[in-house]
């Protein structure tokens, strides 16, 4: 799926922005893309970059071109991504990113791009020394930031960033997508917590190793049912080690949060949103106590996280405090 055929389905305010900006020529040296975990922020970031090197832009990127396809491989010399979500970004990426970007351009087109994906895991020493750069850009030097937490980006990044906001659709709009554009219920279910698109869960099911993801996240989903001994030996001794890096580790909060707030519902005698793991859902529900105090813990580890501390020691936390007095 092109790029911006998502954008016209779910995000027209964001594509007017855009379109109205590349069209008119007024174009901000930076912009910060923000929204709720889900949303393809980096995949719209790699997009506007591709939209400002494009060689045959309409007046978005093509997304065919050859400048677009090296774009997206990392093979375009004046462009530049900087991935927050993999760890914190410190002063040093910072000020190597200034470096190259201070110096003349080596591709014909003459502009340069660079991407700091999740800005609000920057250290405050790499937030001071991007600040210097956003402040006096070098021409034809564009930014592009990503944010899934505004409230953690400081004021003085975003003053001097171009806002756009990608909204998110609801959960169960993006499952009834994705089941009928032929992805499985389950499957359709479980993707939702992490893609808000029916097209990018079709894409992301259809990967090699989807099934051994999958395999691990209904892993966890039964040991959060397992009883109190069982099911933190199994957390602490099988499951830190495959959601060890800090991606893999997101994804598993998101879900847990996702268990434990339909298993509360539950309680309350309200359907849960993941009907395919209802049997489970209904298993947490018997077995683990103080749901709602869980829930929130769930939530703070995950902003824990989010501030770089270690994502081993973050699950640990969560999972002792999840099966105390259990």
């Known amino acids: 799926m092109k790029f911006i055929d998502y954008l016209r389905k779910t995000q027209p305010i964001a594509l007017k922005v855009l379109t109205g900006a590349f069209s008119s020529g007024r174009l901000a040296h930076a912009y910060l893309l923000t929204g709720e975990p889900g949303l393809p922020l980096k995949e719209a970031a790699y997009y506007l970059a591709e939209s400002f090197l494009c060689e045959r832009p309409s007046p978005l990127a093509c997304e065919s071109c050859k400048t677009c396809e090296r774009v997206r491989r990392g093979g375009y010399a004046d462009f530049l991504f900087v991935d ?5 970004i410190k002063k040093e990426t ?9 110096k003349t351009p080596l591709e014909r087109r003459g502009i340069m791009v660079y991407v700091i994906h999740l800005v609000e895991n920057m250290t405050v020493e790499a937030v001071n020394s991007l600040l210097k750069f956003l402040e ?49 219920e389950d499957d359709a279910a479980l993707m939702a917590l992490f893609l ?26 039964n040991d959060l049912a397992r009883p109190k001994e069982e099911g933190l030996y199994r957390f602490e001794k099988v499951l830190l080690s495959p959601f060890g890096k800090k991606e893999e580790a997101r994804r598993l909060l998101i879900l847990l949060a996702a268990l434990l707030k339909d298993a509360a519902l539950l309680q309350e005698g309200m359907e849960p949103k993941m009907a395919p793991y209802a049997k489970i859902i209904k298993s947490i529900a018997e077995n683990r106590y103080h749901l709602p105090s869980s829930l929130r813990e769930a939530l703070l580890a995950r902003s824990e996280l989010d501030m770089n501390m270690a994502p081993n020691l973050v699950i640990d936390h969560l999972a002792r405090f999840i099966y105390k007095d259990a």
Do not use: W
């Open 84 to 88: 927050g979500s993999l760890s914190s």
């Open 136 to 184: 006096e850009p070098p021409k034809g030097c564009y930014a592009i930031l990503t944010s899934e937490n505004l409230a953690r980006v400081l004021p003085t990044i975003v003053s001097r960033s171009e806002t756009i906001r990608f909204v998110k659709a609801p959960y169960d709009d993006v499952v009834k997508n994705a089941v009928g554009l032929g992805v499985k």
């Open 94 to 102: 910072i000020q190597a990113v200034m470096g190259d970007f201070s």
């Open 196 to 221: 808000n698109d029916g097209e990018l869960i079709k894409e992301a099911v259809s990967e090699s190793d989807y099934l051994e993801k999958k395999a691990l996240y209904e892993e966890a989903m």
